[in-house]
């Protein structure tokens, strides 16, 4: 008998209404913070996790003799959400407490966005306040440097402006699901699990351009984590890498997560970014071999050799160089010395160009001793790089050049000694207009010309959309190559 009283007294508490929980006024929205790994503070234990809506620490369970339960007993904390449902419950009465005040904090724990909102991105400019009072602007928020992350932080920020890539993760397409109408890879069904990588960069990508965010900053803490275990901890979070490099492995590996395919794969990374190149032998040992068309990424420039001796006056003089100096490497004519795999002379020409232009100016050298670093400063434009000016481009059928108007959206800098210096990156904020250096936290608006004094190192251009063409076919084989 008192079995089943006390059974009944359970249904009656789980069937109270929400707006009977008498503890709702104890939630801190000021203490709560998602960005970290959803673990137990007690067992970190990963499964079945409840944030304590009160003081913001994470347990385990919500049954008798769990952590959530004796915390909420201990510290007479009654509010509790399930990290993966977003549902919230009263401890130790057990009732789920279901009520719209609490949608906000679901909306910060897992950020989603309608067709209609993935639409206005790129032409709604918004202007939000975190709890502290700041105002932050939204897709331009700062990133927490973990330590030695700011590598990552630039490559991150740079991404952002990317809109094909953003609104595929806003959509939520990496894991079937689509706001924007279809999902999957190409977003015309539904693709393969999403990798730990793939959803860590989407939960990063949606909080990032989240307008009801409790704080002007996002931490890429869980992203870090699924990066350490897909790159066999390669890059570290207490160790500086370079952006290149790191940027080279994320647009590989997404690709080939998304698409299901290690080699050959088709996503929205290659989409956007997958251009092909026609590589020629040079010397008359080659004369008869016949051109190759590889697959690139991202093109690398070669700079300049710096002065090695002081001028009149005592000083090193810096050198500057114009891009479309650079650029003729790419010429179809101009040969390079390649040593990997066997040594030879190589030409390039642009066979295929790609909706977005990833830039990569060759600024370091390493040898056995040390790394020198290049202090060549580079010209360029910020709008209106016309390629067809510099370098043959690919032909239409009718004989005219392909749309090839490329502007610049996001240029990343390093500063400081090759040892001891720090990346920041400047990007493009369309529905703004404006432009914003961002180092790691800092995030300030800056002036055109002043992106174009810096010691750029990584640009993204993306070609212009009056003059994009259709989708072109996608290459039959996808690898991670530098020109």
Request: overall charge neutral.
């Amino acid at each position: 008998m008192d079995a089943a009283r006390l059974a009944a007294e359970r249904r009656e508490r789980a069937a109270r209404s929400s707006r009977e929980c008498p503890y709702l006024d104890t939630v801190n929205r000021s203490l709560l913070d998602f960005d970290f790994e959803k673990c137990c503070s007690v067992s970190l234990v990963p499964h079945n996790v409840y944030a304590c809506l009160v003081c913001g620490k994470y347990f385990q369970g919500r049954g008798p003799s769990t952590h959530a339960y004796v915390h909420a007993l201990e510290a007479t904390h009654h509010v509790f959400m399930n990290l993966d449902t977003g549902r919230v419950y009263c401890l130790p009465d057990m009732y789920e407490v279901v009520d719209a005040s609490l949608d906000d904090i679901r909306h910060v724990l897992n950020p989603k966005f309608t067709s209609p909102q993935i639409a206005e991105v790129d032409h709604r400019r918004l202007w939000s306040r975190g709890l502290d009072g700041t105002d932050y602007l939204t897709g331009a928020v700062g990133l927490n440097n973990l330590r030695a992350t700011d590598y990552v932080n630039v490559v991150l920020q740079s991404l952002m402006r990317v809109g094909p890539v953003r609104d595929f993760f806003l959509a939520q397409r990496e894991l079937g699901v689509s706001g924007a109408g279809g999902g999957g890879a190409g977003g015309a069904g539904p693709g393969p699990a999403a990798s730990p990588l793939a959803r860590r960069f989407g939960e990063l990508t949606r909080k990032i351009w989240n307008s009801r965010n409790f704080k002007g900053q996002v931490s890429p803490h869980e992203f870090m984590q699924a990066v350490l275990a897909a790159s066999d901890r390669r890059f570290l979070i207490d160790k500086q890498s370079d952006p290149v490099e790191f940027l080279s492995w994320l647009l590989n590996t997404l690709n080939a997560d998304l698409s299901g395919k290690k080699r050959g794969g088709k996503s929205i990374v290659s989409r956007c970014f997958q251009g092909e190149l026609e590589v020629t032998n040079a010397g008359l040992a080659y004369q008869d071999d016949p051109p190759v068309r590889m697959p690139f990424f991202m093109l690398s420039l070669d700079l300049p050799a710096a002065p090695l001796f002081q001028d009149a006056m005592e000083k090193n003089t810096i050198p500057q160089v114009p891009l479309f100096q650079i650029l003729r490497k790419f010429d179809g004519e101009t040969e390079h010395e390649v040593l990997r795999p066997e040594p030879r002379r190589k030409r390039y020409k642009l066979a295929r160009l790609p909706r977005y232009l990833i830039v990569h100016h060759k600024r370091f050298t390493k040898n056995n001793f040390f790394v020198e670093k290049n202090p060549t400063i580079v010209t360029f434009p910020v709008k209106n790089l016309q390629l067809s000016d510099h370098v043959p481009v690919p032909k239409l059928p009718d004989g005219r050049d392909v749309p090839c108007k490329y502007n610049l959206v996001a240029n990343i800098t390093h500063e400081g000694k090759p040892e001891s210096g720090a990346y920041r990156a400047a990007v493009w904020h369309k529905a703004d207009g404006n432009w914003y250096d961002t180092e790691d936290l800092t995030v300030n608006e800056v002036l055109p010309q002043q992106v174009v004094l810096t010691e750029t190192y990584l640009q993204i251009y993306e070609l212009d959309k009056d003059a994009a063409p259709g989708p072109p076919p996608a290459p039959k084989e996808d690898v991670d190559m530098f020109a």
